[in-house]
């Protein structure tokens, strides 16, 4: 199982506690955790990635082991600690101000 964990507009969307564990079958990756959350937590749709064209919203930032991966491939492969369920996979929003 992979754990994910939500910030707290996300966690209210979805009606669920910080962490949510999903099922991903075959590669452990950005994409493939995405389209698990939003399988299982359809209110999520729209909100993590743009529902048409499937890219990340700006305003959310995402780590594995203590890296952001924001930046990197969504079929790039997640670390082995988050594929294993050892590590979360975190989903956060970002700050802006100014």
């Known amino acids: 199982m ?9 966690r209210t969307l979805a009606g ?6 999903l099922q991903v079958d075959g590669a452990v990756t950005q994409r493939s955790v995405i389209d698990a959350l939003e399988a ?3 209110a999520l749709r729209g909100t993590v990635r743009d529902a048409r064209t499937k ?3 700006a305003m959310l930032r995402f780590f594995a082991c203590e890296e952001d991966l924001s930046d990197e ?4 492969p ?13 989903i956060v929003g ?5």
């Open 55 to 57: 890219k990340r919203r």
């Open 73 to 76: 491939p969504l079929d790039a």
């Open 40 to 42: 299982k937590y359809p």
């Open 16 to 21: 669920v506690g910080r962490e949510v564990q």
């Open 94 to 98: 970002a700050i802006a101000g100014g």
């Open 78 to 90: 997640l670390p082995e600690p988050v594929a294993t369920g050892i590590e979360p996979y975190l």
């Open 2 to 10: 992979i754990r994910v964990e939500l910030p707290a507009n996300l």
